[in-house]
């Protein structure tokens, strides 16, 4: 009787706990409800397949993970350090014609300087061995900056790389040989055997950059020149060169100190590294500015102490003591280092009446001009020298004709537009 009774209750048991589950989890969800679950409300729908009004269809025109960059779009987005613009259009300059024999010519005329100042102009065809184009655009494509040395300015201007490349797809390593010819030449020869889509290049002299770039373009890579000027042989290896016109801005910076002198006195010269480009620009470009449009204007002394203030304050002291009063104004290969060691030679001497000029536009530059001690420099963008560069990579990857030549705008800086130029690239 008891296992009867026992039985009995299990089942009762598990009828209840059948009623239980039924009443609770499997019952049918209403029609309503039904429908909301297979369907998506319809605004969501709409947002699914079509982008929002304000979001554009397709990717942005920087974004290298979408569709062609807009090449236009790149340039005209970026920009310097200073708020400039990073990648500026390149100036193809007028020139004259050439006189029959340069070197006949005395050293304070321009014609003497021809083939410095227009290089690459005469430089004829480009070689057959520049590859073609293959015109399908930056994106993805690598390249390799080989500059000159460890510098200040180099370090804004593998910024200034890195940034354009970047903003373009590409991928880009920047190597130094630290002012090394041998190193130089080695890291060519390890550039080539990286097998990039292409090679920039600044060369540490003008000679041997005609074997560089031939090198390079006899190994099927595309060579780019930037910033410092070769000779002519060494233009047709190159698919172009850019850069500044550092003859035009000396030029301009000499006029400017032309009209501030009332176009009459002495003046003397701290010149850049004795054979190099900016040397003869920043030397013979003033002083045959000076002979053709202030005439009374006389060069004292040229001295190529290099780039330790020191060394150019001792020279400086020298030529207070040696000129006296027939010393009116100095003029600058750089406005860092140099312009320290003139400014501190002047200060010492007493001598405020002696205007100082100055090529370049680092943060030691623009800060002497803003305190009065620096009458004018010029500006002459390093990140925007190597952006004139990665654009001009950019629109020859994308099949666009580029200038064989192209040369970077500029300006001169005075205490009246100083503060428009900061903050400083170096």
Not at 137 to 148: C, E, F, L
Not at 199 to 215: D, G, H, M, W, Y
Not at 323 to 349: C, M, P, Y
Request: charged fraction near 25%; charge should be negative; proline fraction near 6%.
């Amino acid at each position: 009787m008891k296992k009867v009774l026992t039985i009995v209750a299990l089942v009762l048991v598990l009828m209840f706990a059948v009623v239980a589950c039924t009443s609770t989890g499997t019952e049918e969800p209403a029609a309503e409800e039904t429908a909301a679950a297979e369907e998506p409300a319809a605004e969501e729908t709409a947002a699914a397949e079509e982008p929002a009004a304000d979001t554009p269809a397709e990717e942005d025109a920087t974004n290298t993970e979408g569709g062609a960059i807009d090449i236009a779009a790149v340039i005209a987005s970026e920009k310097t350090t200073d708020n400039q613009q990073l990648m500026p259009d390149p100036i193809e300059k007028a020139f004259p014609d050439r006189p029959e024999d340069p070197s006949s010519l005395p050293e304070d005329d321009a014609g003497r300087y021809y083939d410095m100042e227009y290089v690459g102009w005469d430089a004829g065809e480009k070689d057959a061995g520049i590859p073609a184009s293959p015109g399908d655009g930056p994106q993805g494509k690598k390249v390799i900056s080989i500059v000159h040395g460890d510098h200040a300015w180099t370090t804004a201007y593998e910024k200034g790389m890195k940034q354009a490349c970047e903003a373009f797809g590409m991928e880009v390593e920047v190597w130094s040989p630290n002012w090394d010819q041998a190193l130089q030449d080695q890291l060519i020869d390890q550039a080539i055997n990286a097998q990039p889509d292409a090679i920039a290049l600044i060369p540490l002299s003008a000679e041997n950059a005609v074997q560089q770039f031939r090198k390079i373009t006899q190994a099927g890579i595309a060579a780019f020149g930037t910033n410092m000027l070769t000779t002519s042989d060494a233009m047709p290896y190159m698919a172009a060169w850019t850069g500044p016109d550092d003859w035009a801005q000396m030029r301009q910076l000499a006029d400017t100190l032309g009209e501030a002198m009332g176009g009459e006195g002495g003046i003397a010269y701290i010149t850049h590294d004795p054979g190099g480009s900016p040397y003869y620009a920043r030397t013979y470009g003033p002083i045959t500015e000076f002979a053709e449009k202030y005439p009374d204007i006389k060069t004292l002394d040229i001295q190529s102490p290099g780039f330790e203030a020191a060394e150019v304050k001792q020279v400086v002291s020298d030529w207070i003591t040696r000129f006296g009063d027939d010393l009116n104004a100095i003029f600058l290969a750089d406005d860092s280092a140099q312009a320290t060691g003139a400014v501190d030679a002047v200060k010492e001497a007493g001598r405020d009446d002696i205007m100082i000029v100055a090529a370049g536009n680092s943060k030691t530059g623009q800060d002497l001009v803003k305190a009065g001690d620096l009458l004018i420099i010029n500006y002459q963008s390093a990140e925007g020298d190597a952006g004139l560069c990665a654009r001009t990579m950019a629109e020859w990857f994308a099949g666009e004709e580029v200038l064989p030549v192209g040369y970077l705008a500029t300006d001169m800086i005075t205490s009246d537009n100083v503060e428009g130029f900061y903050p400083t690239q170096w």
